[in-house]
């Protein structure tokens, strides 16, 4: 949330950002204030910018991301979510939240903001969240929403909303799917902030690395994951998220059909045919069944 937490950000000092390399910028700057968006090599960056507010996830906020992730592109492969500033995103703008906004319009920044962190798994590639200092309430919620999380040795994530009256309750949606639940309530019930390294530990993010490393492992594991067929990632991700919230007998009743299905694919065919071949895969990158 923003503005509540001046004490935990001025803890974690004003460590450097570096952006990724692009070729492309999707937006112009004045379009769009609040996030910088570019995409080369079917990789999508989109940088959270607006640094002086700490990247509150304010009502307009949420929308323009909404709109970046949203973008239709053939080419896209993975979205990579980064920021300005020492601040990942510091969660709610709390400006926005008081007696004086109404109750209406709380209910559509509570709203909006679950529809943008339920579309991130529902986005058909993958997105890594890129962190190089503090995530707080729907900022942590941010980046316990991505499939993946590259994150410095300084970052610290926490929900302090607890700290201000204002629980953290749609932000321990995924963070408690995230974490064990015993971490997620120590994390709710004292609003104390984890490091990286416990970060990983519990899984609330995937690797952690040095600051001069951030940019080079986030955009090798993008590169990495672009060397696959786009259709087999979408239908790996789309199944992963179905499966996950059902009892196991039901998980492998579902996955076993979609093993089916894959293999059906030109290149679920293609893969093995290559394989087979000892060759490269040549993908299609399309839904089209090989029978």
Known sequence: MSRIFPSVVKMMGRSSHRMLSSTCRLQAPS?????????TDGIRKITLNDPKKRNALSLGMLQQLQKDVSAVDD???????????????????LKELTIETGRAHHEQVFAVCSQFMLSLQDIPVPVIAQVNGLATAAG?????????????ENSKFATPGVQVGLFCSTPAVAVGRSVPRKVAMEMLFTGQPISAQDALLHGLVSRVVPEGKLEEETTRIAMKICEFSKSVITLGKRTFYKQIALD??????LTEKVMVDNLALKDGQEGIKAFVEKRKPVWSHDDDTAH
Do not use: M, W
């Open 31 to 39: 379009e769009n204030r609040y996030t910088v968006v570019s995409q």
């Open 75 to 93: 080419s896209l492969r993975v979205i990579v979510l980064s920021h300005t500033g020492p601040v990942f995103s510091a969660g709610h703008d």
């Open 140 to 152: 942590c919620q941010l980046v316990a929403s991505c499939d993946i999380a590259v994150v410095t």
């Open 248 to 253: 196991r007998k039901l998980a492998y009743s």
